[in-house]
T-cell receptor
């Protein structure tokens, strides 16, 4: 079946790196996304990776994809208090249609000063 | 580009009342999506439009829910005879869809928080 799993909570100290993990079950993923949601707000697209890539770097963000293990991670370097939010992993299945975005439950990141 | 705009931001209503939410997508975006989100959950797909055509509704969506996008720009989501279980954040997203082989990125609004008393 289609499922995306994430750990629910992560706590880090300001300045450290954060690594948020995600596993998915469907091997027909085309794109995988990371969204950020701050309290009471909508979702902000942070970054994405195409399924034939294994790494993508964008400033402080590094996405790693292990397609064999169906594992995706988001590393935030030099984590700041403004990074405190819920991070959602989502996979787009090969359906040509974004209704097939499968979402995780989100990882709540707490950054302690 | 002013982003996706939703209003109202908050709506409190009594059970049994009808409510309507509005979404203004990013200009020129051809697709518009409605999602629902409750605490501790990811977004749940409700329905989506390509231009003015409603292409899909979730099978989980009650007949009390209806959405329109009459001119292919803004959209409204109406909930009739609201129930306490309808309390949630209603999110709208839009995209510039270029075809099935392309990376369709969704841009979300800030949502409408509905509380049904």
């Amino acid at each position: 079946g289609e499922d995306v799993e994430q750990s629910l909570f992560l706590s880090v100290r300001e300045g450290d790196s954060s690594v948020i993990n995600c596993t998915y079950t469907d091997s027909s993923s085309t794109y995988l996304y990371w969204y950020k949601q701050e309290p009471g707000a909508g979702l902000q697209l942070l970054t994405y990776i195409f399924s034939n890539m294994d790494m993508k770097q964008d400033q402080r963000l590094t996405v790693l994809l292990n397609k064999k293990d169906k594992h995706l991670s988001l590393r935030i370097a030099d984590t700041q208090t403004g990074d405190s939010a819920i991070y959602f992993c989502a996979e787009r299945l090969y359906a040509g249609n974004n209704r097939k975005l499968i979402w995780g439950l989100g990882t709540s990141l707490a950054v302690n000063p | 580009d002013t982003g996706v705009s939703q209003n109202p931001r908050h709506k409190i209503t009594k059970r049994g009342q009808n409510v309507t939410f509005r979404c203004d997508p990013i200009s020129e975006h051809n697709r518009l999506y409605w999602y629902r989100q409750t605490l501790g959950q990811g977004p749940e797909f409700l329905t989506y439009f390509q231009n003015e055509a409603q292409l899909e509704k979730s099978r989980l969506l009650s007949d009390r829910f209806s959405a329109e996008r009459p001119k292919g720009s803004f959209s409204t989501l109406e909930i009739q005879r609201t129930e306490q279980g309808d309390s949630a954040m209603y999110l709208c997203a839009s995209s510039d869809y270029r075809g099935p082989a392309t990376n369709e990125k969704l841009f979300f609004g800030s949502g409408t928080q509905l509380s049904v008393l």
